[in-house]
């Protein structure tokens, strides 16, 4: 059995993810990206097949998703209100495992739009 690995940076104040959690890849099972000033992740996020929980909640400045997200193959909870996400990527559809999804785009001025919900 691999070992599991937890990583909460939310709230802090770095702007990009650092390479050493995409080297863990193996053993991240959990990634608590909330608050953070993200624009985007970065496309060797696909390679994180191990992540069950991704919260990305309430990255204020994050404009989207790419596709990668659809490699994921073991996602069961994606986390995204308060960003300024419009929409998932079409890769969603490949995350099987999906058991929550929370999409609330941030609208300008404070508070939340509707958004997608599973």
């Given at each position: 059995?691999?070992?599991?690995?937890?990583i909460?940076?939310?709230?802090?104040?770095?702007?990009?993810?650092?390479?050493?959690?995409?080297?863990?890849?193996?053993?991240?099972?959990?990634?608590?990206?909330?608050?953070?000033?993200?624009?985007?992740?970065?496309?060797?996020?696909?390679?994180?097949?191990?992540?069950?929980?991704?919260?990305?909640?309430?990255?204020?400045?994050?404009?989207?998703?790419?596709?990668?997200?659809?490699?994921?193959?073991?996602?069961?909870?994606?986390?995204?209100?308060?960003?300024?996400?419009?929409?998932?990527p079409?890769?969603?559809?490949?995350?099987?495992?999906?058991?929550?999804?929370?999409?609330?785009?941030k609208?300008?001025?404070?508070?939340?739009?509707?958004?997608?919900?599973?």
């Amino acid at each position: 059995m691999k070992p599991k690995l937890d990583i909460s940076v939310g709230g802090s104040e770095i702007r990009e993810l650092p390479s050493s959690i995409i080297q863990r890849q193996g053993w991240l099972t959990e990634l608590d990206l909330s608050y953070l000033n993200f624009v985007a992740l970065p496309s060797s996020f696909g390679k994180l097949k191990n992540l069950v929980t991704l919260n990305i909640g309430d990255c204020s400045m994050l404009e989207s998703l790419s596709e990668e997200i659809g490699d994921l193959e073991n996602l069961e909870w994606l986390e995204a209100r308060g960003t300024l996400i419009s929409q998932p990527p079409s890769s969603i559809i490949r995350l099987n495992k999906l058991k929550l999804l929370s999409f609330a785009k941030k609208k300008t001025g404070g508070g939340l739009v509707d958004g997608v919900f599973l």
